[in-house]
């Protein structure tokens, strides 16, 4: 990975720590982009941030339901513009400026920290400046800090949406799991190859709905989503797509898959607000683990080594039970029940 080959936008995203511009994070999570015309722009005033208010702005407009969730991310948002205004202040435009940013606290609680902390060791070992803000490794660290912190994020997203229905995650007996932790993108040492999480997620909603598939393959799931009448080669067009990463699922066509699935498990009987609740269940984790897929196959395209792509994975599991345990349900492994 070198930063001739990774375009500016997908790496060094100007102005930026950890908190991903809103329009990128939107592409990243694979939503569109509400108001656009709408989003706040740089006002030529120093003490405003576009990044900053867009932020705030997604925070504010129902993202997550708990105020102690939204409380812990308005204080990270804080946190990260104080840094911002202590690096701007450094005399020196350049290591001054990286040591101020990799040995901030933020650095591990918001970022990626066996990234980080291979960049503290080279900034030990170095004082040319020029060869280490030009490194892959910088460029490297800079990506899993700024995917480490969209994951966090979907983390408590998660919780937060789990938490809002804690009677249906007892009845399954999943309070104690980290929830949607098995549908992450994994390496597989033994074939070298990364898991498809969109293939297993595609395979769990098939065995819900009583499909009967071969493997790797979604015609059973297909003729369901198709119905009477309807196009099934179309449908078993885009489970495929979906699966090998040729397109992304936009909204209306994951909806309707849902929808399909839950006729089949709920019946005709089921309450219009039961349905509704459900549908947001399994769109938004088909979601997040189309995203998860989609950002392991860009860091993979652009160089980034296998164990360093995990390593960022790896944070969800830390921060879901961050989550728990600030909004007063520990798992039980921290001493919930």
Same mark, same amino acid.
């Given at each position: 990975m070198t930063a001739e080959t990774v375009p500016l936008q997908e790496a060094m995203i100007e102005g930026t720590l950890f908190f991903l511009p809103l329009p990128q994070l939107l592409e990243?999570?694979?939503? %569109?982009?509400?108001?656009p015309d709408k989003l706040p722009e740089a006002l030529g005033d120093h003490g405003y941030w576009s990044c900053h208010a867009q932020w705030q702005q997604l925070l504010d407009g129902g993202l997550l339901t708990h105020s102690v969730a939204r409380a812990y991310w308005r204080q990270r948002l804080e946190e =990260?513009?104080?840094l911002a205004c202590q690096i701007l202040t450094q005399q020196d435009s350049g290591l001054g400026r990286l040591h101020c940013l990799v040995h901030s606290p933020l650095a591990g609680e918001l970022g990626c920290p066996p990234a980080g902390e291979r960049l503290?060791?080279?900034?030990?070992?170095t004082d040319e400046t020029d060869a280490l803000l030009e490194s892959e490794l910088l460029l490297e660290t800079r990506l899993a800090d700024v995917f480490a912190l969209a994951l966090r994020l979907a983390a408590w997203r998660v919780v937060d949406l789990s938490l809002q229905h804690w009677e249906l995650l007892t009845e399954g007996g999943e309070q104690d799991e980290v929830l949607l932790e098995r549908f992450l993108p994994a390496f597989d040492d033994m074939s070298g190859?990364?898991?498809?999480?969109?293939?297993?997620?595609?395979?769990?909603?098939a065995t819900l709905a009583g499909c009967a598939e071969q493997e790797g393959e979604f015609s059973g799931l297909?003729?369901?989503?198709?119905? =009477?009448?309807m196009d099934v080669r179309t449908r078993e067009y885009l489970l495929g797509a979906w699966c090998q990463g040729h397109r992304r699922a936009d909204a209306r066509a994951v909806t309707g898959l849902m929808d399909a699935v839950l006729r089949r498990l709920l019946g005709a009987g089921e309450a219009p607000d039961d349905l509704a609740l459900n549908r947001q269940l399994l769109c938004e984790s088909f979601r997040f683990v189309e995203s998860c897929a989609y950002l392991q196959r860009t860091l993979s395209r652009l160089g980034m080594a296998d164990g360093a792509i995990g390593e960022i994975f790896a944070v969800y599991r830390s921060e879901y039970r961050r989550?728990?345990?600030?909004?007063?349900? %520990?798992?039980?492994?921290?001493g919930g029940r």
């Open positions: 990243l999570l694979n939503l %569109p982009v509400q108001n =990260e513009r104080a503290r060791r080279q900034l030990q070992d190859h990364w898991n498809n999480p969109v293939e297993d997620y595609l395979a769990h909603l297909a003729r369901l989503w198709a119905g =009477e009448g989550a728990r345990a600030a909004l007063g349900r %520990p798992l039980a492994e921290d």
